[in-house]
């Protein structure tokens, strides 16, 4: 984007304001386009370094989901590529605050810190036991929502939502940096810009898309709180559970049994019951019912819970020691990584209990 401007005290051409007003020009504009450039092609080197570190370390092995289920390696390469994809609508949208904060801020260091500060400030807030809609209604949370990409079925409604939000703040903050291209005297070589312009013309009209989206996500979602409750819980750890023990089977070589016959199910509390069983905390404890095909008694495993505010958790086998409690299981080719021993799942924000 680039303009011509031109002092109206002076028709010569050759004066040293209007030469330097339009080289600022000039390079304001080469500036909004190499900070896309560098945006889209640092995303484009950190998914490449990233498979190529994940091949050379792994390897093409099946890849465990969120949920336990086995991904093939084209499946999952498929996934993980869709992955950094998503990811470059919030980068956009950090992008176009740095453009925004440039411009308003001129030459202020304040304007090259601003994309840096504003994704530490959401990344910290994602942290927070915020209500859904408030999580899902900043950008930064199509950062992480990838990882419903990983389950099956996929849980693709937070991931769309946060792509939508993301290129909102995008195409808002561009079009305000715009508008303040255009307002702005380059004739003064020393001007930094308004901050008082900065606040009405760049800071106010974010935070009111901040509250329509939110207003937004209330009516779309049916979640309320933290989205994280008891039933959910339930309903995923036995889910994980069921996955996994298949795969213990395989590599103890027993009879295999699907996830239907199996009939798996959680009971989970937070506190030693003392407490509501919602919202995030490393005090939830589960114990996994499961029956196997003609065998009378139920088998049962205790799993501490420790599950961040985005609905992240990872359950720490709690015994007994032959289906949980010890991180190696002996096979007939030796020692194995137990895979029930300790395993990452996810909570769905936004599902029904």
Known sequence: MTATVVDDRTDDPTDDRTTGASRVTVWRGY??????????????GLACSSTVGGLTAVGDRPLVGLDGHLLAPSDAAGKVLLAWVCVLAPTLALA????????????????????????????????????VPVRLA??????????????????????LIGIVVSLAWAVLATALAFLLFLRRDFTGLAYDGSGRRAVTTGLLPLAGLVALSVAAVTVVTPSVGSGIQQQKVQRSVATVFAHLYRLQTEQLHR???????????????????????????NDWRC??????????????????????????????????????????VRTSAGDAPNPLWQFDGDVELISTP
């Open 96 to 131: 176009a605050i740095g453009l925004l904060g440039s411009v308003a801020l001129g030459r202020s260091p304040m304007g090259l810190l601003l994309p840096a500060l504003v994704a530490l400030a959401m990344q910290l807030a994602q942290m927070l036991p915020l209500p």
């Open 31 to 44: 500036r909004f386009e190499l900070v896309k450039l560098v945006s889209q092609w640092r995303v484009a």
């Open 287 to 328: 114990v996994v019912s499961w029956h196997l095909p003609g065998v009378q008694v139920t088998g049962q495993a205790v799993y501490q819970l420790d599950i961040t505010a985005d609905g992240r958790y990872v359950a720490d086998g709690d015994g007994p020691k032959e289906v949980n409690g010890y991180f190696l």
């Open 138 to 159: 900043l950008p930064s949370y199509a950062f992480i929502a990838w990882n419903g990409l990983f389950t099956s079925p996929a849980q693709l409604g937070p991931l």
């Open 255 to 281: 009879p295999d049994v699907t996830e239907a016959r199996l009939r798996a199910s959680a009971a989970c509390d937070k506190g030693a019951g003392q407490l509501a069983a919602e919202g995030p905390g």
